[in-house]
């Protein structure tokens, strides 16, 4: 399964940046389920096709990757919060666009951010999206990469800095951070988003905004007839206050949430960045696993800084459990399932 499982770019010493280039990468797509409980899978070669404008300021230093499909507002409005806090001053910004139909490339050029169209014909693929930036990064001498979600907002233009500097200072390889829902001032989100929250999540939570999103990895035990699952990811703590001690610290963890990733570049294509076959879900657990079997902690670090993410805004888009979400499933249980038990307790 190694080769349907790690980016193919990443091997490719013959690859140079480009406006205009093709990346052929292997999969295996779900075909179907079978009675046995086991699962039948097709191998496939997806092309992307891409295309690379570099934004004019562009330099050797931390790179943001955010992905996004449509939603001009949001982007919009993530870009005005990089700019209202300076960070777009001391960073690239690469704007991946997924197959959009809105014009999301004329809103980039115009904020001076570089831009990366990805067009393919099996859909969604959170991991080629994030993959494929990488490499031209490493290839323009970048060292350091922030895989950032487009509903992800700075709260203080110091913490992403401090987050950075403990980055370093800890000689980190994956750092996370804690994050929160924002205010109903900031959030893009209505009434019909405060039922959806409340159902994906089993709260009968009243005001659950400001509070936590992510505080750190956790593991649950389910029970799903329809799973095949033992131990699942989890956001630890989520809902819980911004200062309550367990979230409110730096600690080692299996896992931190792709929503907000800091990576050295380099270990990331040696790990064979994110599992490509895991288009939809999973792909932050899988390669911190993969890491963490290495020898090497994730690190969380949430201690007096805070991120806000606006998840319920895209949550009912992508979240559903779909053909792709049971593929990931199944391919993360294959991986890990067995695995898991032993490096939780471990822990």
């Not at 405060?194 to 389910?222: C, H, M, P, S, Y």
Request: with cysteine; charged share 25%.
């Amino acid at each position: 399964m190694n080769e349907f499982i790690r980016c193919n770019l990443f091997s490719d010493k013959a690859f140079k940046v480009q406006d205009r280039f093709v990346v052929k990468q292997k999969e295996l797509v779900l075909d179907r389920e079978l009675t046995n409980g086991k699962s039948s899978f097709n191998k496939a070669i997806i092309d992307y096709k891409c295309q690379w404008l570099r934004q004019n300021d562009w330099q050797t230093r931390p790179t943001f990757i955010i992905p996004i499909r449509d939603s001009s507002e949001l982007l919009q409005i993530t870009i005005k919060n990089f700019q209202e806090h300076g960070i777009d001053k001391l960073f690239n910004i690469i704007v991946v666009d997924d197959r959009s139909i809105e014009d999301i490339k004329k809103i980039t050029i115009m904020n001076n951010l570089s831009y990366l169209r990805i067009d393919n014909d099996k859909g969604f693929n959170f991991s080629m999206l994030n993959n494929i930036p990488c490499k031209i990064c490493f290839e323009l001498g970048v060292e350091t990469v922030i895989f950032w979600n487009a509903d992800l907002w700075h709260a203080k233009k110091a913490w992403f800095l401090e987050l950075l500097e403990r980055h370093y200072r800890d000689k980190s390889v994956v750092s996370g951070s804690k994050l929160l829902y924002p205010p109903a001032s900031m959030s893009l989100c209505g009434e019909d988003d405060t039922a959806n929250i409340k159902e994906n999540f089993k709260t009968k939570l009243g005001d659950w905004r400001e509070t936590v999103q992510f505080g750190g990895d956790g593991w649950i035990a389910i029970a799903e007839r329809d799973s095949m699952l033992i131990y699942t990811p989890c956001h630890s703590l989520r809902f819980q206050k911004a200062d309550n001690p367990r979230v409110n610290c730096d600690r080692g963890s299996l896992f931190v949430t792709g929503a907000l990733h800091v990576w050295n570049l380099e270990a990331f294509i040696q790990l064979g960045g994110f599992n490509p076959t895991l288009s939809k879900n999973f792909q932050d657990s899988d390669i911190c696993l993969r890491l963490y079997k290495g020898g090497i902690c994730p690190m969380y670090y949430g201690k007096d800084i805070f991120f806000y993410h606006d998840e319920s805004a895209v949550l009912s888009k992508y979240n559903k459990k779909d053909k792709q979400f049971r593929s990931d499933e199944i391919i993360f249980y294959k991986l890990w399932d067995k695995k898991l038990q032993e490096m939780i307790y471990g822990l």
